[in-house]
């Protein structure tokens, strides 16, 4: 259904998502090769189908050539600078005050954020995001069954290429993607998916314990229906938070 809407900005997000799940699966490097050329031609070509995704390309190769595609970015970038290193005060963003950024709750809060509270604890506030990437990772590691470590990987990545992607589009380095920032955006069907994935991510952490289940006393057979038991619930939950996501794109158009 994704493919059928036209939003790129969810198509390169599940990719990302999908090939860190099969890099960790170890899938077959041809494979990944020939799905990453794929989505990348594909990418290319519906990037120039359309006047407005063209108009997007071009406004970040380009920032002087399309003024209407450009607005955003400039306002989001003075929001950054009016806000200095530490911000105008909470509550007091003139930018968000007059209308001057768009979606200023939802797609380009980083920028009130930034201009309320300064760069100082915009970069503190964004490293959080490379942080729960670690632990998320960590938690992969610490993981003994492949069920567990391609769902914790599969969270962690979709949180943090949400994160930057969504920056990254404010700033001029990418084409607005029109993604949330994984909780802070407004939207409550957003948020309770973010904290559902960090809840199935320590779940998967509570019963890890560093690598080893707790009941190492048991014998093998039990251990193994257990295991089987595990993946079968992880694999349920990675489809009802992928059915979850995909019913949230809509919303971010």
């Keep these: 259904m994704i493919f059928i809407q036209p939003d790129l900005g969810s198509i390169l997000l599940l990719f990302i998502i999908l090939f860190a799940a099969m890099a960790v699966g170890k899938v077959d490097k041809k494979i990944l090769t020939t799905l990453t050329l794929g989505v990348v031609l594909f990418g290319a ?5 359309t ?3 063209r108009e997007r390309v071009l406004a970040v190769i380009n920032p002087n050539h399309v ?4 607005y955003q970015i400039d306002q989001v970038r003075n929001a950054i600078v009016n806000g200095g290193l530490w911000g105008q005060g909470y509550g007091h963003s003139s930018s968000k005050q007059q209308n001057l950024i768009l979606e200023s709750s939802t797609d380009s809060i980083i920028a009130v954020i930034a201009e309320e509270m300064g760069f100082i604890v915009t970069i503190i506030f964004t490293s959080l995001y490379l942080f729960l990437f670690y632990r998320g990772l960590k938690i992969a590691q610490n993981t003994p069954d492949i069920g ?3 769902l914790a990987v599969g969270i962690s990545v979709w949180i943090v290429s949400q994160a930057f992607l969504n920056i990254s589009g404010n700033l001029g380095l990418l084409p607005l993607k029109g993604l949330p920032l994984p909780f802070v955006s407004a939207g409550n069907s957003s948020i309770v998916l ?4 960090v809840g199935i991510l320590l779940n998967i952490s509570s019963q890890s314990y560093g690598g080893k289940y707790p009941d190492q ?4 057979k039990n251990r193994t229906s257990k295991i089987v038991q595990r993946r079968k619930k992880l694999k349920n939950k990675a489809a009802l938070l992928f059915a979850a996501q995909s019913s949230t794109r809509s919303v971010y158009q």
Excluded: C
């Excluded at 070509?45 to 189908?49: D, Q």
């Excluded at 003024?67 to 450009?70: G, P």
């Excluded at 973010?194 to 994935?197: H, I, R, Y």
């Design 217 to 220: 006393g048991s014998t093998k």
């Design 148 to 150: 567990g470590k391609t």
């Design 45 to 49: 070509i519906a990037s120039v189908a």
């Design 51 to 53: 006047p407005y995704r």
């Design 194 to 197: 973010n904290l559902a994935s």
């Design 67 to 70: 003024d209407a595609e450009t």
